[in-house]
């Protein structure tokens, strides 16, 4: 794989920015402590602008959570004092927030877009919190010198999936960007049909993308991009200020750190959709959610995006276009390391980490404790073949794997049943017992551990649908019970209730299509 050259194109001019009315006079609000570094990089990477308000909101969801993590008190969704739900729906700003939106560029489905930047999206700020620095940003408030020919909001459906994804995943263990809240209106939005308006609070230690990056370095400003560099380096990435080439260090820690949520990604069936460079956190955050999925009847090509008519993103397909991802970054990081061979040796370590990153996933969902033996990824990799011919429940299988008994003759109904060739499924299962047997520990050990990797719960299409359909009709309780099954994603849970959402996805399910404007 090359590296790729880029054409250059002119930046757009930016429109005038708006005024914000700011919260005055509480107490609350005004203890909030406000870093806002991404703000000393400078004009070149942002527009200074207020959100545009949104008319009548009321509360759709909010997560706790997320809210304890950036320190905000337990009534912060409430008290009048904090007036949240208006500064959240960009009808009004805490003292502090420095509202902006920043510019990047970028690929999509591998084709150079040119300028992108935030089109519908709004940084509010960095606040000191317990975690660390955390930066807050509205998703759906308005039109920015970035929308193209969007109008700049996002709509209910597609802020509840991104509300309920975020924190799924987070639970789940994934690196995420969090969601703070969605809230609502009844202003009319129109997509493939006219929608309800919604703006989602995105909160993350950073949103800078490979494609902030690529934008300076396209439009040949190299001051900038050094200046990009230093900033994530410092802020980000300490450890390689010390070395014989930051910047190299630099790319091959977002190589690393991709590898390793491309693994996570794999391992619990998450399709993301539309992996452009622009939709690449440097962090190694899963970022951006839209047209994502979860597997359900297993196919190693399945499309999550009605809008990918190549497959370029299909599951099986994301490790791939995360590596080419990674080619983007290192062009654009060209003028400041100059030995295209140093860049290319340092997206290189992606390939090993990776691998070896899913052998420990894959090892860990089949109970695999001990030391690594030769032949546990051909034993993976034969059960996701025989899993791929019958299309079991990828969740569904790796979860009842657990019961998998070692007592030979054990008929392992529960998972043996999930598969139509049975013959093909019992040759596997000999090896399988076989190697368990070489484990340390009893087979009750060995599913305690298996259930803390394989998820019983997942944010299935279906089950967000039916929450974004009550949530359309003015009802959220299903959205909030929801929630509250997906913040305990490998438990049990007990209630007869919480069984249904770890059920077999019904028929109409496969019916359901998303695309990049869900």
Not at 11 to 18: G, Q, Y
Not at 117 to 145: F, H, I, N, V
Not at 301 to 328: E, K, M, T, V
Not at 359 to 388: E, I
Request: glycine share 6%; proline share 7%; net charge negative.
């Amino acid at each position: 794989m090359t590296i790729f050259q880029f054409d250059r194109m002119p930046i757009a001019a930016a429109p005038v920015a708006r005024e914000a009315k700011e919260v005055q006079d509480v107490h609350g609000p005004a203890s909030l402590a406000w870093r806002n570094r991404f703000v000393s990089l400078g004009d070149d990477f942002y527009t200074r602008l207020a959100p545009q308000p949104m008319p009548e909101p009321h509360w759709v969801a909010w997560s706790a959570d997320c809210a304890a993590l950036l320190g905000l008190p337990a009534d912060w969704a409430q008290h009048p004092d904090w007036q949240a739900l208006d500064v959240l729906s960009g009808n009004a700003a805490w003292p502090g927030m420095q509202p902006l939106a920043s510019v990047y560029s970028g690929h999509q489905f591998g084709v150079w877009a040119g300028l992108l930047g935030d089109g519908r999206a709004l940084w509010l700020g960095e606040l000191d919190t317990p975690s660390g620095p955390m930066e807050l940003q509205l998703k759906g408030a308005g039109l920015t010198p970035y929308s193209r020919m969007g109008d700049g909001r996002a709509v209910l459906r597609s802020s509840i999936r991104e509300f309920l994804s975020s924190e799924a995943m987070h639970h789940l263990g994934i690196p995420t960007t969090r969601a703070l809240c969605v809230t609502g209106s009844a202003l009319p939005v129109r997509r493939e049909q006219v929608e309800t308006a919604a703006v989602v609070t995105r909160v993350a230690p950073s949103f800078i993308r490979f494609g902030h990056f690529e934008h300076f370095s396209h439009h040949d400003q190299p001051a900038a991009l050094r200046r990009l560099a230093d900033f994530v380096i410092e802020h980000h990435f300490p450890a390689c200020r010390d070395t014989a080439q930051p910047c190299v260090a630099l790319l091959e820690q977002v190589a690393l750190r991709t590898a390793e949520l491309m693994a996570d990604w794999q391992a619990v069936g998450f399709c993301h959709g539309v992996m452009n460079t622009d939709n690449m956190s440097v962090l190694g955050l899963t970022i951006d959610y839209g047209p994502f999925g979860f597997l359900d009847r297993f196919d190693p090509g399945h499309i999550c995006n009605h809008s990918d008519h190549q497959g370029r993103y299909a599951w099986a397909r994301q490790p791939n276009a995360a590596f080419w991802n990674l080619h983007a970054l290192a062009q654009a990081l060209l003028p400041l390391i100059a030995d295209p061979d140093l860049a290319l040796a340092a997206i290189e370590a992606y390939k090993s980490a990776f691998a070896a990153a899913m052998l420990a996933r894959w090892s860990a969902k089949l109970g695999l404790a001990g030391a690594a033996q030769p032949d546990d990824r051909t034993l993976s990799d034969d059960l996701l073949r025989l899993m791929a011919i019958d299309h079991c429940d990828f969740s569904i299988t790796f979860r009842r794997l657990a019961l998998f008994s070692t007592e030979p003759g054990a008929p392992n109904a529960p998972v043996r049943d999930l598969f139509m060739s049975r013959e093909a499924f019992d040759a596997w299962a000999l090896r399988y017992a076989a190697r368990l047997r070489r484990e340390p520990g009893a087979d009750a050990d060995r599913a305690l551990r298996m259930n803390r990797v394989n998820p019983k719960f997942v944010l299935r299409n279906h089950l967000a649908e039916v929450a974004i359909r009550d949530a359309q009709a003015g009802d959220f309780t299903e959205l909030h019970r929801l929630q509250t099954v997906l913040q305990h994603p490998f438990d049990e849970q007990g209630a007869a209730e919480t069984e249904r959402y770890a059920g077999f996805p019904p028929d109409w399910a496969q019916t359901i299509e998303v695309s990049c404007s869900s």
